[in-house]
C-alpha cells in the first residue's frame, strides 16, 4: 500500500492504494474519518485480485478544506465520480462506504448506474431517514473535534477499547483540527442538520434492484446507525444481503477486518453466506 496527493477538477485529495491489476475497489469513509480507516482492508483486497482504493474526502484527511469546500452527500458524490476519471477507472467498479461515506455510495449508484459493478454499505446513513435528533447530535459529534470529543467518539463507533490507541487517538485530534478543518466541519455539520434526510436514497436504490448487487454490513453492536435501520434497509432493497459482524460497533471493517475483508470477498464472488464463523451472522 501506497500514499500520494491528486489533483481533482475541484479539489485535491490523497490516495491510498494497493494492487496493481483487477477490479478496481475504492472505499469511502465517513464523517470525521479519513483514508486510513481502510487501513486494515486496502491490502487484503489487493491481495484476493483486487485494485484498491481510498481517499480523503473534502473536509477530511490531508484534502482540501476551509471556507467554500463543499462538504454534502451531493458534493462528495461528484468528487466520488471525479476520483474515478482521475485514477482511469473507465470500466464499472466496485464501491465501498461506510456511514456518510455509505450515503454517498449508494447516492453515486443512483445517479450512475452503470459505472457501479457492486456496492456495499457499512452502517450506512442515507437509506431512510433519521429524524431531526439523530442528526443534530451528529452534527455536534462533528463540530467537537477536541482531545476528549474524540475519545468520546471512538467509545461510540468501537466496541472493543484495544483497538482505540493512543496513536489513534493523537492522530485522528492533529488532522482534524488542522489549517480549514473547523469550517468543513461546520459546514458539513449544517448540512447533516438541516438536509442530509432529504437526500436519502432508500427508495430510489431500491428501484435499481438487479443492476448490480448490494451488501450491507452492520455492528451488532452500532449504536450511531443501529442496527434496525440495517434491517429496515433491507427491507427497501430487493436482493441484498445483510450480514452482522459480532461485538462491533460503528467499525467492523475495522474492528474485526478479517471477518469484514471475508465477507466482501465472498460477497463480490457471489458466494454470500458460505464464510464460517462465530463472528458472522447471516439475514
Not at 24 to 46: I, K, Q, S, Y
Request: glycine residues 12%; charged residues 20%.
Amino acid at each position: 500500500m501506497f500514499a500520494y496527493p491528486l489533483k481533482l477538477p475541484t479539489i485535491s485529495t490523497r490516495v491510498l492504494e494497493a494492487g496493481t491489476g483487477g477490479t478496481p475497489l475504492v472505499f469511502v469513509h465517513g464523517t470525521g474519518g479519513r483514508a486510513d480507516r481502510w487501513e486494515r482492508n486496502l491490502d487484503a483486497m489487493a491481495a484476493a485480485g483486487y485494485h484498491a482504493y481510498a481517499f480523503d474526502l473534502p473536509g477530511h484527511g490531508f484534502a482540501s478544506k476551509g471556507p467554500g469546500v463543499d462538504c454534502s452527500v451531493p458534493g462528495y458524490r461528484q468528487v466520488l465520480g471525479g476520483f474515478l476519471e482521475a485514477i482511469g477507472v473507465r470500466e464499472p467498479a466496485v464501491i465501498v462506504g461506510t456511514s456518510l461515506g455509505g450515503h454517498v455510495v449508494a447516492s453515486f449508484a443512483c445517479e450512475q448506474p452503470n459505472r457501479v459493478k457492486a456496492i456495499a454499505l457499512v452502517g450506512s446513513m442515507g437509506l431512510i431517514p433519521i429524524g431531526a435528533e439523530a442528526r443534530q447530535r451528529v452534527q455536534k459529534g462533528a463540530n467537537n473535534q477536541s482531545r476528549d470529543g474524540v475519545v468520546e467518539k471512538f467509545k461510540r463507533v468501537i466496541f472493543d477499547p484495544a483497538n482505540v490507541s493512543v496513536d489513534l487517538i493523537e492522530g485522528e485530534y492533529r488532522i482534524n483540527n488542522s489549517a480549514g478543518a473547523k469550517e468543513s466541519f461546520e459546514t458539513l455539520g449544517n448540512y447533516i442538520a438541516q438536509r442530509l434526510d432529504d437526500d436519502a436514497v432508500g427508495d430510489a436504490l431500491g428501484k435499481l434492484a438487479g443492476r448490480f448487487p448490494v451488501l450491507l454490513v452492520w455492528g451488532d453492536q452500532d449504536k450511531v446507525v443501529p442496527l434496525s435501520v440495517g434491517e429496515a434497509a433491507k427491507e427497501k432493497l430487493p436482493g441484498s444481503r445483510l450480514v452482522v459482524i459480532k461485538d462491533t460497533a460503528h467499525t467492523p471493517y475495522f474492528e474485526k477486518a478479517e471477518a469484514f475483508n471475508a465477507v466482501l470477498g465472498e460477497f463480490l464472488a457471489g458466494k454470500t453466506g458460505t464464510y464460517r464463523s462465530n463472528d458472522v451472522s447471516y439475514r
